[in-house]
């Protein structure tokens, strides 16, 4: 974690000031500030943060979706590298950010700022991460990828450099022992190299989580793990600034009432990552599960 901590300063510098202004083509956006309700009560716009990975852009857009349809907020959508973002929750500047890994993935980020955030609890159980292949690959444990080394080229495929899943893997390689490079990349980078393997019937072992829509759409196993590197199941908790809560208590409730199921969730992150416009996915979800986002609505919406 060395590495991630470091890279915090720096990157968050460079990055808090996109945080504060800019969003991502397609979004959802306007000018950060207040606006003012039919009732003359001012609401604050909602800044969500997120990174480029598939569960949280799916709960993010459905967050969204939520707030601007059913409880007449605005929302800007943020996404970034997750080291800026635990320090723009930390500052202020971003409100909300619904895809925190714990106790293993971002335990890190949280001792360094978790007295500056508010954890609002579980949006998901029986999260995981590790070391994943396709189904078609002979080995099953980390323990035999240094005999099949040839076979992988030498070279586990992961994502962003400072996500937790990249330095759990840093000490995967050093408690295994293992005489491989851990390429970085991106969720969509590595989601594309696994396509092309599987197309061609390659090996390859990339850095993998669940829930993901890969496991529906390719047959996938995470290699075993007998060291405990990457730890066991996790939970997936929404964070917040301080001070949410009193400046928009709905957005609080919400927030604390948010859960998803592993079928929810995966129904969800299909349809987002099939969709040309994520938020429109989102939207028409919420509106096929009215029941389920029923019991999320804050009393008085």
């Not at 829930?211 to 997936?236: C, N, R, T």
Request: overall charge negative; hydrophobic content about 40%.
């Amino acid at each position: 974690m060395k590495k991630s901590i470091a890279a915090v300063f720096l990157t968050g510098i460079l990055c808090l000031g996109l945080l504060a202004g800019c969003s991502q083509p397609g979004e959802e956006s306007s000018a950060a500030g207040s606006k003012t309700s039919g009732g003359g009560k001012s609401k604050p716009v909602i800044q969500i943060g997120y990174v480029n990975w598939s569960e949280g852009i799916a709960m993010t857009n459905l967050m969204n979706a939520i707030l601007v349809d059913k409880m007449g907020y605005e929302v800007k959508q943020v996404q970034t590298d997750v080291a800026p973002l635990f320090a723009s929750l930390a500052n202020g500047s971003t409100d909300v950010f619904l895809d925190c890994w714990l106790p293993v993935t971002h335990k890190d980020y949280m001792a360094k700022y978790g007295s500056e955030l508010k954890d609002y609890g579980v949006s998901f159980d029986n999260a995981k991460i590790g070391l994943v292949v396709p189904s078609y690959v002979k080995i099953n444990s980390i323990e035999d990828l240094n005999n099949a080394k040839s076979d992988f080229d030498g070279t586990i495929v992961g994502i962003d450099s400072g996500a937790g899943i990249m330095t759990a893997t840093d000490k995967a390689i050093k408690e295994y022992g293992l005489g491989y490079k851990l390429m970085p990349g991106s969720g969509p980078t590595m989601t594309a190299a696994l396509k092309k393997a599987i197309d061609q019937k390659q090996p390859i072992v990339v850095t993998g989580w669940q829930p993901h829509w890969m496991f529906a759409k390719w047959d996938l196993k995470f290699l075993d793990d007998p060291k405990g590197v990457y730890g066991s199941a996790e939970s997936i908790h929404k964070l917040s600034r301080k001070g949410l809560d009193t400046d928009a208590p709905e957005v609080a409730e919400f927030l604390t009432k948010f859960k998803m199921t592993s079928d929810q969730l995966g129904d969800l992150m299909g349809a987002v990552e099939d969709a040309s416009d994520p938020l429109e996915a989102a939207r028409a979800w919420m509106n096929d599960n009215e029941d389920t986002v029923k019991a999320w609505l804050p009393a008085k919406s």
